[in-house]
């Protein structure tokens, strides 16, 4: 069974920096497309980053683009989002989920077969 757990979450000051950790079982995470999705209080998921080892290629919402970056440890089967320069709206529980779809865009945060239990990151000002 396919399983993604995330962690790394946690208070920060604005202008500060997190890595969040999604860990993957069940699966080879290098095989799927690892999205990176947040939910703020009260609002929407939105997409925001999106990252296929398998195809080299990546997509970056504007809104964390220059901010956020992802990678992946293979060792661990387990890909990074860092987050630099964080800012009070970014304040959300964040998400990793799988697909096994090629990524083409931002059609990338949409079919996917796993998804973590997300970790909260909050952002004082």
């Known amino acids: 069974e396919k399983h993604l757990v995330e962690s790394g979450g946690g208070l920060v000051q604005t202008g500060g920096s997190l890595r969040l950790s999604c860990a993957a079982s069940?699966?080879?995470?290098?095989?799927?497309?690892i999205g990176w999705f947040r939910q703020a209080p009260g609002k929407a998921r939105e997409g925001v980053l999106c990252?296929?080892?398998?195809?080299?290629?990546?997509y970056t919402t504007g809104s964390v683009k220059g901010r956020f970056t992802a990678s992946t440890d293979n060792a661990k089967n387990t890909v990074y989002l860092q987050m630099n320069s964080l800012k009070p709206e970014d304040t959300a529980v964040y998400y990793c989920?799988?697909?096994?779809?090629?990524?083409?865009?931002?059609?990338?945060?949409?079919?996917?077969?796993?998804w973590g239990q997300g970790t909260l990151v909050t952002v004082s000002s």
């Open positions: 069940g699966f080879i995470i290098d095989d799927y497309v």
């Open positions: 989920a799988a697909s096994a779809r090629p990524l083409r865009g931002s059609t990338c945060f949409t079919n996917q077969e796993v």
């Open positions: 990252i296929s080892n398998r195809e080299g290629s990546r």
